[in-house]
Nanobody, 114 residues
Framework: VQLQASGGGLVQAGGSLRLSCAASGMIFRVNTMDWYRQAPGKQRELVATITSDGSTNYADSVKGRFTISRDNAKSTVDLQMNSLKPEDTAVYYC?????????WGQGTQVTVSS
């Protein structure tokens, strides 16, 4: 299984970024997919989840600003991030866990300047 994340960058507060994660080596449509993030000096935290049937869940800190979506035909999961804040600065990771097997993407840096 490989998870390849892309789309990070530097943006001013209030701006937007869209992250994308391309999955391979698995039957994508049956997997729940997540985005995590880890800021310097902090623990990795769950940001958003999308199940195989499209149900979504978000951390309180990003509700109303971030949207997770998936394209089963392309085996991709995206994270649209709007109204970005400096506290959203972190490395963002694509993740999936199934049958006790955990896979992480390589991470993509998001930096929000004030």
């Amino acid at each position: 299984v490989q998870l390849q994340a892309s789309g990070g960058g530097l943006v001013q507060a209030g701006g937007s970024l869209r992250l994308s994660c391309a999955a391979s080596g698995m039957i994508f449509r049956v997997n729940t997919m997540d985005w995590y993030r880890q800021a310097p000096g902090k623990q990795r935290e769950l940001v958003a989840t999308i199940t195989s049937d499209g149900s979504t869940n978000y951390a309180d800190s990003v509700k109303g600003r971030f949207t997770i979506s998936r394209d089963n035909a392309k085996s991709t999961v995206d994270l649209q991030m709007n109204s970005l804040k400096p506290e959203d600065t972190a490395v963002y990771y694509c993740h999936r866990s199934r049958w006790g097997i955990v896979n992480w993407g390589q991470g993509t840096q998001v930096t929000v300047s004030s």
